[in-house]
């Protein structure tokens, strides 16, 4: 199992920028891959970012230049940094864990709002 926990969430201008954290309480390296969704009121929860245990970065098209995925191996932690926000970034953004054990099992932290005024 996996156990996430997700800050660095506010409201920011557009334009501006933040840094989501999620904490997992395992090894990096024994999670399968991990990855940050966003889900905006009436919308259906959508992928970010994402990244692997062999690090292969997958990035939403809209986010693509303006967000960055890493990781902090020795504080088992992922990050989301995310630039030049705009009001559409606007969501509860959510941190994601998948471990395949093998079939897949996905693992999921409490969200995090982000709001983008413009």
């Known amino acids: 199992q996996v156990q996430l926990v997700e800050s660095g969430g506010g409201l920011v201008q557009a334009g501006g920028s933040l840094r989501l954290s999620c904490a997992a309480s395992?090894?990096?390296?024994?999670?399968?891959?991990m990855g940050w969704y966003r889900q905006a009121p009436g919308k259906q929860r959508e992928l970010v970012a994402a990244i692997t245990s062999g690090s292969s970065v997958n990035y939403a098209d809209s986010v693509k230049g303006r967000f960055t995925i890493s990781t902090d191996n020795a504080k088992n932690t992922v990050y989301l940094q995310m630039s030049s926000l705009k009001p559409e970034d606007t969501a509860v953004y959510y941190c994601?864990?998948?471990?395949?054990?093998?079939?897949?099992?996905?693992?999921w932290g409490q969200g995090t709002q982000v709001t983008v005024s413009s």
């Open positions: 994601n864990a998948v471990l395949i054990v093998p079939r897949t099992v996905n693992y």
């Open positions: 395992r090894r990096l390296f024994s999670i399968n891959a």
